[in-house]
Protein backbone atom coordinates (compact mmCIF):
# COMPACT_ATOMS: atom_id res chain seq x y z
CA UNK A 1 0.00 0.00 0.00
CA UNK A 2 1.58 3.33 -0.82
CA UNK A 3 2.16 6.15 1.59
CA UNK A 4 -0.96 8.21 0.54
CA UNK A 5 -3.46 5.65 0.69
CA UNK A 6 -2.01 3.83 4.12
CA UNK A 7 -2.53 7.80 5.15
CA UNK A 8 -5.67 8.30 4.12
CA UNK A 9 -6.83 4.80 6.00
CA UNK A 10 -5.61 5.69 9.12
CA UNK A 11 -7.38 9.25 8.77
CA UNK A 12 -10.70 7.53 8.26
CA UNK A 13 -10.07 5.48 10.86
CA UNK A 14 -9.26 7.99 13.36
CA UNK A 15 -12.53 10.33 12.38
CA UNK A 16 -14.92 6.95 12.93
CA UNK A 17 -13.33 6.82 16.33
CA UNK A 18 -14.01 10.56 16.80
CA UNK A 19 -17.57 10.09 15.69
CA UNK A 20 -17.94 7.16 18.06
CA UNK A 21 -16.56 9.14 21.17
CA UNK A 22 -19.22 12.06 19.68
CA UNK A 23 -21.88 9.84 20.44
CA UNK A 24 -20.88 8.85 23.98
CA UNK A 25 -20.69 12.74 24.97
CA UNK A 26 -24.61 13.32 23.88
CA UNK A 27 -26.22 10.87 25.71
CA UNK A 28 -28.75 12.32 27.08
CA UNK A 29 -32.13 11.99 29.12
CA UNK A 30 -34.77 13.96 28.61
CA UNK A 31 -37.14 15.80 31.20
CA UNK A 32 -40.58 17.03 31.29
CA UNK A 33 -40.80 20.61 33.40
CA UNK A 34 -44.23 21.24 32.53
CA UNK A 35 -47.90 19.54 33.75
CA UNK A 36 -50.47 17.61 31.94
CA UNK A 37 -53.52 20.03 30.75
CA UNK A 38 -56.89 19.03 32.92
CA UNK A 39 -59.42 21.35 34.55
CA UNK A 40 -57.47 20.83 37.74
CA UNK A 41 -54.33 22.74 35.68
CA UNK A 42 -53.17 26.50 36.75
CA UNK A 43 -56.23 29.14 35.07
CA UNK A 44 -55.92 32.94 35.71
CA UNK A 45 -58.61 34.00 38.19
CA UNK A 46 -60.53 35.61 35.90
CA UNK A 47 -60.13 33.14 32.46
CA UNK A 48 -62.85 30.66 31.55
CA UNK A 49 -62.63 27.36 33.07
CA UNK A 50 -60.89 25.01 31.61
CA UNK A 51 -63.72 22.07 30.03
CA UNK A 52 -63.06 19.03 29.06
CA UNK A 53 -65.81 17.38 27.03
CA UNK A 54 -65.94 13.69 25.58
CA UNK A 55 -67.67 13.72 22.73
CA UNK A 56 -67.02 9.60 22.23
CA UNK A 57 -65.83 6.98 24.30
CA UNK A 58 -66.92 3.61 23.25
CA UNK A 59 -67.31 0.79 20.95
CA UNK A 60 -68.61 2.51 17.47
CA UNK A 61 -72.05 -0.06 15.90
CA UNK A 62 -68.53 -0.87 12.90
CA UNK A 63 -67.14 -2.66 16.29
CA UNK A 64 -63.73 -0.25 16.41
CA UNK A 65 -63.17 1.74 19.87
CA UNK A 66 -63.27 5.79 19.03
CA UNK A 67 -62.49 8.16 21.85
CA UNK A 68 -62.55 12.05 21.14
CA UNK A 69 -63.21 15.01 23.60
CA UNK A 70 -63.42 19.10 22.85
CA UNK A 71 -61.68 21.46 24.69
CA UNK A 72 -62.85 25.16 26.03
CA UNK A 73 -60.03 26.98 27.31
CA UNK A 74 -58.26 30.26 27.45
CA UNK A 75 -54.74 30.44 26.03
CA UNK A 76 -53.14 30.87 29.07
CA UNK A 77 -54.19 28.05 30.64
CA UNK A 78 -51.84 25.14 32.65
CA UNK A 79 -47.94 25.38 31.77
CA UNK A 80 -48.00 27.98 28.57
CA UNK A 81 -46.17 30.70 26.72
CA UNK A 82 -46.88 33.81 26.37
CA UNK A 83 -45.68 35.26 23.19
CA UNK A 84 -44.06 38.75 22.69
CA UNK A 85 -47.77 39.96 21.49
CA UNK A 86 -49.42 39.55 24.61
CA UNK A 87 -48.48 42.66 26.26
CA UNK A 88 -46.78 44.22 22.75
CA UNK A 89 -48.88 45.17 20.11
CA UNK A 90 -47.79 44.03 16.87
CA UNK A 91 -44.92 41.69 18.18
CA UNK A 92 -44.65 38.09 17.43
CA UNK A 93 -47.49 36.09 18.22
CA UNK A 94 -47.00 32.33 18.96
CA UNK A 95 -46.87 31.30 14.84
CA UNK A 96 -44.62 33.55 14.30
CA UNK A 97 -41.89 32.62 17.27
CA UNK A 98 -38.20 31.27 15.20
CA UNK A 99 -38.41 27.85 16.22
CA UNK A 100 -34.82 28.43 17.07
CA UNK A 101 -36.04 30.58 19.61
CA UNK A 102 -38.14 27.25 20.97
CA UNK A 103 -34.92 24.87 20.52
CA UNK A 104 -32.26 26.87 22.55
CA UNK A 105 -30.28 26.55 26.02
CA UNK A 106 -31.54 26.63 29.04
CA UNK A 107 -30.38 28.56 32.53
CA UNK A 108 -31.58 28.39 35.82
CA UNK A 109 -31.92 31.55 38.25
CA UNK A 110 -33.06 30.35 41.92
CA UNK A 111 -34.42 32.37 43.86
CA UNK A 112 -36.21 29.69 46.14
CA UNK A 113 -34.48 30.75 49.67
CA UNK A 114 -35.67 34.40 49.48
CA UNK A 115 -39.13 33.20 48.29
CA UNK A 116 -39.86 31.28 51.23
CA UNK A 117 -39.57 34.37 53.35
CA UNK A 118 -41.48 36.70 50.95
CA UNK A 119 -44.05 35.43 48.95
CA UNK A 120 -43.77 38.08 46.93
CA UNK A 121 -40.00 37.85 46.10
CA UNK A 122 -38.38 38.87 42.83
CA UNK A 123 -35.54 38.18 40.69
CA UNK A 124 -33.89 41.51 40.43
CA UNK A 125 -31.21 43.03 38.61
CA UNK A 126 -28.58 42.39 41.39
CA UNK A 127 -29.60 38.34 41.32
CA UNK A 128 -28.86 38.76 37.61
CA UNK A 129 -25.43 40.17 37.65
CA UNK A 130 -24.47 38.16 40.98
CA UNK A 131 -25.32 35.21 38.84
CA UNK A 132 -23.56 36.33 35.97
CA UNK A 133 -20.27 36.69 38.13
CA UNK A 134 -20.98 33.20 39.02
CA UNK A 135 -21.67 31.53 36.01
CA UNK A 136 -20.39 33.82 33.66
CA UNK A 137 -22.05 34.86 30.20
CA UNK A 138 -25.22 33.63 29.02
CA UNK A 139 -25.33 31.40 26.47
CA UNK A 140 -26.44 32.62 22.70
CA UNK A 141 -30.66 32.21 22.52
CA UNK A 142 -30.82 31.59 25.80
CA UNK A 143 -33.90 30.62 28.01
CA UNK A 144 -33.64 31.91 31.28
CA UNK A 145 -35.68 30.10 34.06
CA UNK A 146 -36.68 31.34 37.54
CA UNK A 147 -36.77 28.26 40.06
CA UNK A 148 -38.86 30.28 43.09
CA UNK A 149 -39.86 26.64 44.63
CA UNK A 150 -43.48 27.44 43.66
CA UNK A 151 -44.40 24.33 41.87
CA UNK A 152 -45.16 22.66 45.36
CA UNK A 153 -47.92 24.63 45.73
CA UNK A 154 -49.43 24.31 42.10
CA UNK A 155 -52.34 21.82 43.15
CA UNK A 156 -53.62 24.15 46.07
CA UNK A 157 -55.17 27.20 43.92
CA UNK A 158 -55.10 29.03 47.14
CA UNK A 159 -51.26 28.38 48.02
CA UNK A 160 -49.89 28.67 44.57
CA UNK A 161 -52.00 32.17 43.67
CA UNK A 162 -52.50 33.18 46.85
CA UNK A 163 -56.26 32.96 46.16
CA UNK A 164 -58.55 30.78 45.44
CA UNK A 165 -61.15 33.87 44.30
CA UNK A 166 -61.69 35.66 41.44
CA UNK A 167 -60.57 38.60 43.07
CA UNK A 168 -56.97 39.68 41.04
CA UNK A 169 -55.96 41.97 44.16
CA UNK A 170 -55.04 39.06 46.32
CA UNK A 171 -52.84 37.53 44.54
CA UNK A 172 -49.47 36.55 46.20
CA UNK A 173 -46.93 34.78 44.20
CA UNK A 174 -42.98 35.59 43.52
CA UNK A 175 -41.71 36.82 40.28
CA UNK A 176 -39.49 38.49 38.08
CA UNK A 177 -38.52 42.26 38.42
CA UNK A 178 -38.39 44.65 35.74
CA UNK A 179 -35.09 45.58 36.58
CA UNK A 180 -34.08 42.07 35.44
CA UNK A 181 -36.35 41.70 32.54
CA UNK A 182 -34.04 44.70 31.40
CA UNK A 183 -31.16 43.22 31.64
CA UNK A 184 -32.52 40.31 29.76
CA UNK A 185 -33.80 42.87 26.71
CA UNK A 186 -30.93 44.66 26.39
CA UNK A 187 -28.56 41.57 27.22
CA UNK A 188 -27.94 40.97 23.00
CA UNK A 189 -27.19 44.82 22.69
CA UNK A 190 -24.44 44.65 25.79
CA UNK A 191 -22.81 41.10 24.98
CA UNK A 192 -23.86 40.31 21.32
CA UNK A 193 -26.03 37.32 22.80
CA UNK A 194 -29.85 37.24 22.67
CA UNK A 195 -32.14 36.01 25.06
CA UNK A 196 -35.23 34.36 23.75
CA UNK A 197 -37.43 33.60 26.54
CA UNK A 198 -37.79 33.60 29.96
CA UNK A 199 -39.34 31.34 32.66
CA UNK A 200 -40.71 30.50 35.98
CA UNK A 201 -42.57 28.17 38.05
CA UNK A 202 -45.62 30.50 39.02
CA UNK A 203 -49.06 31.83 37.25
CA UNK A 204 -47.28 35.09 36.06
CA UNK A 205 -43.79 36.57 35.20
CA UNK A 206 -45.02 39.57 36.77
CA UNK A 207 -44.74 38.80 40.80
CA UNK A 208 -48.65 38.66 42.46
CA UNK A 209 -49.02 42.46 43.63
CA UNK A 210 -48.23 43.97 40.15
CA UNK A 211 -50.83 45.59 38.55
CA UNK A 212 -49.07 47.17 35.36
CA UNK A 213 -46.98 44.04 34.67
CA UNK A 214 -43.81 46.09 33.60
CA UNK A 215 -41.60 42.36 32.99
CA UNK A 216 -44.65 41.23 30.78
CA UNK A 217 -44.36 44.20 28.64
CA UNK A 218 -40.50 45.21 28.64
CA UNK A 219 -40.29 41.52 27.49
CA UNK A 220 -42.86 41.86 25.03
CA UNK A 221 -41.50 44.56 23.50
CA UNK A 222 -38.05 43.20 23.53
CA UNK A 223 -39.51 39.77 21.27
CA UNK A 224 -38.90 37.90 24.83
CA UNK A 225 -41.48 35.13 25.05
CA UNK A 226 -42.59 34.47 28.35
CA UNK A 227 -42.86 30.93 30.14
CA UNK A 228 -45.92 30.40 33.05
CA UNK A 229 -46.64 27.39 35.27
CA UNK A 230 -43.53 25.54 34.83
CA UNK A 231 -43.36 22.48 36.68
CA UNK A 232 -40.28 21.30 39.52
CA UNK A 233 -36.98 22.11 37.74
CA UNK A 234 -34.85 20.36 40.81
CA UNK A 235 -33.33 17.96 38.73
CA UNK A 236 -32.21 20.67 36.10
CA UNK A 237 -28.60 21.86 36.20
CA UNK A 238 -27.72 25.15 36.74
CA UNK A 239 -26.44 25.86 33.09
CA UNK A 240 -25.75 23.10 29.86
CA UNK A 241 -28.84 21.91 29.18
CA UNK A 242 -30.90 22.44 25.77
CA UNK A 243 -34.88 23.30 26.43
CA UNK A 244 -37.69 22.24 23.18
CA UNK A 245 -40.85 24.54 23.96
CA UNK A 246 -43.72 22.98 21.75
CA UNK A 247 -46.77 25.83 22.38
CA UNK A 248 -49.69 24.45 20.50
CA UNK A 249 -48.80 26.88 16.81
CA UNK A 250 -52.09 29.09 17.39
CA UNK A 251 -52.36 31.37 14.34
CA UNK A 252 -52.61 34.83 15.88
CA UNK A 253 -51.87 33.65 19.65
CA UNK A 254 -51.25 35.57 22.14
CA UNK A 255 -50.09 32.48 23.81
CA UNK A 256 -50.82 28.94 24.57
CA UNK A 257 -50.25 25.70 26.09
CA UNK A 258 -47.10 24.35 25.82
CA UNK A 259 -45.27 21.32 26.71
CA UNK A 260 -41.83 22.21 27.88
CA UNK A 261 -38.97 19.25 27.62
CA UNK A 262 -35.37 19.72 29.11
CA UNK A 263 -32.96 17.98 27.34
CA UNK A 264 -29.72 17.30 29.69
CA UNK A 265 -26.23 15.79 29.27
CA UNK A 266 -26.20 12.48 31.34
CA UNK A 267 -22.46 11.60 31.64
CA UNK A 268 -23.79 8.29 33.38
CA UNK A 269 -25.02 7.04 30.37
CA UNK A 270 -29.09 6.35 31.24
CA UNK A 271 -28.85 5.07 26.92
CA UNK A 272 -32.79 4.05 27.81
CA UNK A 273 -33.40 8.21 26.64
CA UNK A 274 -30.75 8.76 24.61
CA UNK A 275 -29.73 8.19 21.07
CA UNK A 276 -29.96 4.11 20.05
CA UNK A 277 -26.77 3.10 20.74
CA UNK A 278 -26.36 0.38 22.84
CA UNK A 279 -22.40 -0.39 24.23
CA UNK A 280 -21.95 -3.74 22.84
CA UNK A 281 -22.65 -2.49 19.13
CA UNK A 282 -20.73 0.75 19.55
CA UNK A 283 -17.39 -1.76 21.17
CA UNK A 284 -17.91 -3.84 18.24
CA UNK A 285 -17.97 -0.62 15.54
CA UNK A 286 -14.59 0.41 17.51
CA UNK A 287 -12.46 -3.44 17.31
CA UNK A 288 -12.16 -3.46 13.42
CA UNK A 289 -11.21 0.26 13.24
CA UNK A 290 -8.52 -0.55 16.11
CA UNK A 291 -7.87 -3.52 13.98
CA UNK A 292 -7.08 -1.45 10.91
CA UNK A 293 -5.03 1.25 12.81
CA UNK A 294 -2.67 -1.88 14.55
CA UNK A 295 -2.19 -3.60 11.08
CA UNK A 296 -1.28 -0.13 9.04
CA UNK A 297 0.71 0.64 11.63
CA UNK A 298 2.87 -2.27 12.23
CA UNK A 299 5.98 -1.37 9.59
C1 LIG B 1 -35.19 34.85 55.90
O1 LIG B 1 -35.68 35.41 57.10
C2 LIG B 1 -34.88 35.15 58.22
C3 LIG B 1 -35.60 35.64 59.46
O2 LIG B 1 -36.08 36.94 59.27
C4 LIG B 1 -33.52 35.81 58.02
O3 LIG B 1 -32.67 35.52 59.10
C5 LIG B 1 -32.89 35.28 56.74
O4 LIG B 1 -31.69 35.97 56.45
C6 LIG B 1 -33.84 35.45 55.57
N1 LIG B 1 -33.27 34.79 54.43
C7 LIG B 1 -33.29 35.33 53.21
C8 LIG B 1 -32.64 34.53 52.13
O5 LIG B 1 -33.78 36.42 52.96
C1 LIG C 1 -53.89 24.90 50.68
O1 LIG C 1 -53.09 26.00 51.05
C2 LIG C 1 -53.67 26.80 52.04
C3 LIG C 1 -52.80 28.04 52.19
O2 LIG C 1 -51.46 27.70 52.36
C4 LIG C 1 -53.79 26.01 53.34
O3 LIG C 1 -54.38 26.81 54.33
C5 LIG C 1 -54.66 24.78 53.05
O4 LIG C 1 -54.70 23.96 54.18
C6 LIG C 1 -54.11 23.99 51.88
N1 LIG C 1 -55.05 22.95 51.50
C7 LIG C 1 -54.70 21.70 51.39
C8 LIG C 1 -55.78 20.74 50.97
O5 LIG C 1 -53.57 21.31 51.58
Same mark, same amino acid.
Given at each position: ???????????????? /? +???????? #?VTR???????????? !????????????????? +???????????????????????? !??????????? #????????????????????????????? +????? #?????????? +????????????????? =????????????????????? @??????? /???? =???? =???? #?????????????????????????????? =???????????????????????????????????? @? !??IPDPD?D???????????????? /?????????????
Amino acid at each position: MDTHARFSLVLSTVMV /I +LQARAVDM #VVTRTLDIGYTLSEES !ANWPTNRAIEITSTMKG +LTPEGFWLEANEICMAEHSSTHLD !APSHFSEGAWS #VDRIPLNHLMAPGVVMDIQEKAANDSLAE +LTAED #VMAWLDKHGP +LPDRAIVLVRTGWASRY =YNKTAYFGTDTKDTSKLVFPG @INVGAAR /IFSG =YEEK =YGRR #VVGVGLDTPSQDNGASTHYPTHVELGAAGI =YGLENLADMSELPTTGFKLMVMPMNIKGGSGAPARV @I !AIIPDPDGDLSSGPPTPPLGRLLYL /IPCLTLLVTLLRP
